[in-house]
Every structure is written in structure tokens, then in C-alpha cells.
């Protein structure tokens, strides 16, 4: 079975720019989160969605929308990149059954992007 | 709030020997699991191992264990016989099942483990 997908893998944009960057999960995971990893930092989350409802959102500001499609692929938007976006982006699925808190997020290689 | 800390910015191990990477957390939500993660140069983050706080043993996956003590809130991951494919980032993660809540995981800032030959 795939693992999740995420493309691009590698970006980079200019400072003013947007970027959209996709995410396909696992076959059956049903949620799907987003997670900024900066240089020497542990991931911080975006966004999660489920069932395609955003069911959480971390204190990113607007410039970060998302979405899922109804086969549970998601998009991670940025809108007027900055510097400070340059990170390693991550996208994790999970089953999210019963307590999803005891479900292992299993996440894609990433996506870097660089701001310039 | 959650909160997870790993004291450990930087670990050195000789080849087969054991290592203890240090992770101490903090909720008052009685549901949680705990999960370490390892991240190579490359980038990717993978599934190492898990604990849930009902879990009444410690958790061990192939050379991987956790040393899960409850009353210290501290959920330390212990790796046997290192390899050298061991060196790479490790994240300690905790998600919680507060009511309602999206289960949205915090993760600690990592250890940096160097494998020796």
C-alpha cells in the first residue's frame, strides 16, 4: 500500500508569491493534518481536517488556508509568502476510528519550501 | 495546555550500545498516547513506537522500547544494539482525548542522536 504523498517536494517561490501544496493520504485514513517543521524545530500544527470539516486550526494567521476533497486528498494554501514560510511542510493521515488519540499520524517525506 | 520537553538536544552512542532519549510531558486529560518519531537527514518522519496512558506495559517494538512511568509523567524511548541508520532527529508527540477536541498533537523540539562506529 502507498504511504502518504505529498507534491511538490521540493519549491521555490519569491516573497509575495502564493503556493498550493497537496497531500494524498493513506487508502482508508480519513483525516488529514498539516504540520510547519522549521530548521531545528519540532513540526507545528496547521490544520487538521476529517471527514473534509476542518476540525483544528494552530495559531498560523490567515495567509494558511486548506481544504479536503471528498477522496480525502487535501490542499495546503499560502497566500503572500514571506520569508519566514521557508520550512519543511508536513502532511500526516491518521484513521482517526474510535479514539483517534491513540492513532499513529503517519506522515508524507514533506515538502520544502523556500521563500525568497 | 499540552506540553511535551525533550531536555536532550544532541546524543552520542557507540554502535551496540543502548541509548536513552528523555521525554517528559504534561496534560491533565486522562486519555493520551504518547509517540516517538524518527527523523532522518532526508525528512520524512516515521512511526517508531506508541503509548497509550491506560496501557498497563511498556510498549517495545523490535529494538525500540518506551519506558513509560505514569507518576513522572515521563515517556523515555530506549533503543537497543544502535546502528548506524539510527543517527537522525527523534520527536517525542503526545495527543490527548479532550471532549470535543480535534486531538491535535504537540510534539517536543527533538534530540539529534549521532550513532559511533
Known sequence: D?????????????????VTLRCS????????SWYQQVLGQGPQFIFQY??????????????FSARQFPNYSSELN????????????LCASSLAQGAPWNSPLHFGNGTRLTVT | ?????QTQPGMFVQEKEAVT???????????????WYKQPSSGEMIFLIYQG??????ATEGRYSLN???????????????????SAMYFCAMRVGASGGSYIPTFGRGTSLIVHP
Open chain 1, 2 to 18: 502507498a504511504g502518504v504523498t505529498q507534491s511538490p517536494t521540493h519549491l521555490i517561490k519569491t516573497r509575495g508569491q502564493h
Open chain 1, 25 to 32: 493520504p493513506i487508502s482508508g485514513h480519513k483525516s488529514v
Open chain 2, 1 to 5: 495546555a499540552q506540553k511535551i520537553t
Open chain 2, 53 to 58: 496512558s491506560y496501557d498497563q506495559q511498556n
Open chain 1, 50 to 63: 476529517y471527514e473534509k470539516e476542518e476540525r483544528g486550526r494552530g495559531n498560523f494567521p490567515d495567509r
Open chain 2, 68 to 86: 513509560f512511568q505514569k507518576a513522572r509523567k515521563s515517556a523515555n524511548l530506549v533503543i537497543s544494539a544502535s546502528q548506524l541508520g539510527d
Open chain 1, 78 to 89: 499560502v497566500n503572500a509568502l514571506l520569508l519566514g514560510d521557508s520550512a519543511l511542510y
Open chain 2, 21 to 35: 532519549l528523555d521525554c517528559t510531558y504534561d496534560t491533565s486529560d486522562p486519555s493520551y498516547g504518547l509517540f
